[in-house]
């Protein structure tokens, strides 16, 4: 099965247990200011909400790589 | 549960700070693999480091690869297995590495139970490294860390089961037994495949692994590396220590070909210019359920 990858609200996020998903909301991966979570995803294509979770955007692989290398999701090594 | 280290929670300085993917195997036919990267041979000393999270919630008594080394359709010359099998008895990771078939060969088994139970969480023989077992020592995203460290012997010497050691989460196992026969051959310079998640002797079904496995770092040779890295570091332990405790080797080494580093970072080629790229068969595809 495919895996869509899913920027989600982190606001209401601590309980989300759709079936499908491949994070808890503790180990998802957070943006900078922690307001967005990233999660991979195995199911059929999402709505606009997911057990009252809000989902920003729905991806493929290609197009995450490319919003994760943004300053929003990526701080380079200083070293 | 152990904490993920400086590996994952970003937005703060992390050792990998790229480190979004882990490479994903749906246990029915998924596989990664790459034909012409020569061979490991056994006289030279090897390591291996990678993370490693199985998702099967039952087990089976199949042996499930985790990496290996074949010719194909060749079991026989510079076979190496690293895989773990749940069986009643038989809970267990094993390293084995054939020079000319099992008549000239190393085995080393690391029960998880027993002597090691403290370090896997592992309970009994029956208690399994499953995805629905939480007794297992895992981090917060459900990895495992393994390093392997294999010392290399002159050819024509025996082969030891004492050769190799296994790290769980940078503790050094206790090895349950070993098996060994005949002594180290010569193979000469042999076409080999690597494989994960696959036996890349014969490509079998049966042995593939569902799981994602992530950071995977090869040191060819542990003395070579330590000289010319500033990985602070002198001794295996050490490295291992370092490995497990940032996550990824990132941030003191030098790239350089004679090491190979696979971040699984939606890319199936190694990032540190050792000029290997895995072909994932069946649908492998990458999770962002990273370590």
């Not at chain 2, 079991?75 to 069986?87: S, V």
């Not at chain 2, 002594?183 to 692994?209: A, E, K, R």
Request: aromatic share 12%; hydrophobic share 35%.
């Amino acid at each position: 099965m495919e895996t869509t990858y899913l920027i989600i609200s982190t606001e209401n996020a601590q309980t989300m247990n759709f079936a499908g998903l491949e994070q808890t909301f503790e180990s998802c991966r957070k943006s900078v200011d922690e307001s967005m979570c990233l999660i991979s995803y195995k199911g059929p294509m999402p709505n606009d909400t997911f057990d009252g979770v809000t989902i920003i955007n729905t991806m493929d692989i290609q197009e995450c790589l490319t919003v994760m290398q943004t300053s929003e999701w990526f701080i380079a090594n200083e070293e | 549960m152990i904490s993920v280290f400086a590996r994952n929670y970003g937005p703060v300085t992390i050792c990998d700070p790229n480190n979004f993917y882990a490479a994903s195997f749906d246990g029915v036919d998924d596989y990664a693999i790459v034909s012409g990267v020569g061979s490991i041979k056994a006289t030279t000393d090897y390591f291996w480091s990678y993370w490693i999270k199985y998702n099967n919630t039952t087990s089976d008594g199949n042996l499930r690869w985790q990496w290996g080394q074949s010719i194909s359709g060749n079991n026989q010359e510079d076979f190496i297995r690293i895989l773990y099998q749940a069986a009643t008895g038989n809970n267990r990771i094993e390293f084995n590495y054939r020079t000319s078939g099992t008549a000239n060969q190393m085995t080393t088994y690391w029960n998880l139970y027993g002597a090691n139970s403290s370090i896997t969480g592992s309970t009994s023989s029956t208690d399994y490294w499953n995805a629905s077992n939480t007794n297992i020592n895992v981090n917060a995203n459900g990895y495992v860390h393994l390093a392997f460290a294999y010392s290399g012997a002159a050819v024509g010497q025996p082969s030891s089961a004492s050769s190799v050691r296994c790290y769980w989460n940078g503790q050094l196992m206790t090895a349950t037994a070993g098996a060994t026969s005949g002594n180290i051959i010569n193979n000469g310079v042999t076409n080999n495949q690597w494989g994960i998640g696959i036996n890349p002797y014969n490509l079998s079904t049966s042995n593939v692994s569902n799981m994602y496995f992530d950071s995977l770092f090869m040191i060819p040779d542990m003395a070579v590396f330590k000289s010319v890295n500033g990985f602070g570091a002198s001794n295996e332990a050490q490295i291992v220590q370092i490995l497990y405790n940032n996550g990824c080797p990132t941030g003191g080494i030098v790239n350089d070909a004679r090491w190979l580093e696979m971040e699984f970072e939606n890319s199936w080629t190694d990032s540190n210019g050792y000029g290997i790229t895995l072909t994932a068969a069946n649908g492998a595809t990458f999770t962002s359920n990273h370590a």
